[in-house]
């Protein structure tokens, strides 16, 4: 084979390996900004369920067909803090009063089951009247947690919500079902 036929043949095969990465990386960029988060938790707020260093798949089209709903565990941008991203339990919805007292926590003056939750929280709050279009959030770990209890602006808006966590997949497989 001459030195130019080689030189071509090289040039053609990087070229093809370079537009695969080009499209693998473009596909990987679509589906990270409009089907899934890959989310790692940073902080313990959210143990015993999600522990820290957990890596979490997080659905972006989860509330494109109904409301988000108590219990779910979601992704947002911190109220008080717009660049932070936050994962934390939907506690209270829409027009609901939520208050905590001697480690339960009630939605309009009825007490609310967890079965998820192992420790209970120390410090009372409340009653906060939920608005419009908003939600109330706490973490799991509820002495552990930076939440809607501390916040200035206590609600997350529905359009902050990233996403529902749909499952961890490290260091364990788990769906928050």
């Known amino acids: 084979m001459k030195k130019e036929e080689t030189t071509s043949h090289v ?8 537009k695969i990465i080009i499209v693998a990386a473009a596909v990987g960029i679509f589906i990270s900004k409009t089907l899934v988060v890959n989310a790692q938790v940073t902080s313990g707020s959210m143990e015993d369920t999600v522990m820290t260093g957990s890596r979490v798949l997080v659905s972006r089209q989860a509330y494109l067909f109904h409301e ?13 803090e717009p660049k932070t991203e936050y994962m934390k339990r939907i506690l209270a919805l829409p027009g609901e009063t939520i208050e905590g007292e001697d480690g339960v926590i009630y939605i309009d003056g009825k007490p609310l089951e967890e079965p998820y939750i192992k420790i209970k929280f120390k410090q009372d709050f409340g009653p906060y009247k939920v608005p419009r279009n908003s939600y109330f959030m706490m973490g799991d770990n509820r002495n552990n947690s930076w939440d809607s209890r501390f916040w200035v602006n206590k609600y997350v808006e529905k359009d902050e919500i990233i996403g529902k966590a749909e499952f961890e997949y490290f260091p364990e ?4 079902f």
């Open 11 to 18: 040039w053609r095969e990087l070229s093809d390996w370079l």
């Open 68 to 80: 988000p709903e108590r219990g779910d565990i979601v992704t947002f941008y911190c109220p008080d």
């Open 173 to 176: 497989i788990k769906g928050f």
